[in-house]
């Protein structure tokens, strides 16, 4: 049973930083794709970054501040998110899958999902 559990999440003031986290048991992070999206209140799901093999992708709204990073060892991925605005409020997902490298803002094509963590930046 694959399960992805993210971490991290909070409240933070305009210019903060956030290091959210996302662990899996049950999935290899390193053979597949991880991407992270975010959900904003009355707001569809969107993408936000993705990580797989060696290659990285971003959003252009985050591009610059947030980065993404995987830790093989502890099957985690991380979002690094600096430089944060009201704009970035959202509830965060983490999502694994087997999107190809050409595909990977897809969120149909990731098969599995964390719960989602709450990210809450004030001005």
């Known amino acids: 049973q694959v399960q992805l559990v993210e971490s991290g999440g909070g409240s933070v003031q305009t210019g903060g930083s956030l290091r959210l986290a996302c662990a899996a048991s049950?999935?290899?992070?390193?053979?597949?794709?991880v991407g992270w999206f975010r959900q904003g209140p009355d707001e569809s799901r969107e993408f936000v970054a993705a990580?797989?093999?060696?290659?990285?992708i971003y959003a252009d709204s985050v591009k610059g501040r947030f980065a993404i990073s995987r830790d093989n060892a502890k099957n985690t991925v991380y979002l690094q998110m600096n430089n944060l605005t009201p704009e970035d409020t959202a509830i965060y997902y983490c999502?694994?899958?087997?999107?190809?490298?050409?595909?990977?803002?897809?969120?149909?094509?990731?098969?599995?999902w964390g719960q989602g963590t709450q990210v809450t930046v004030s001005s």
């Open positions: 999502a694994a899958g087997s999107a190809p490298l050409s595909a990977l803002r897809r969120r149909d094509l990731y098969k599995y």
């Open positions: 049950g999935f290899t992070f390193s053979l597949n794709s």
């Open positions: 990580i797989r093999m060696s290659s990285k």
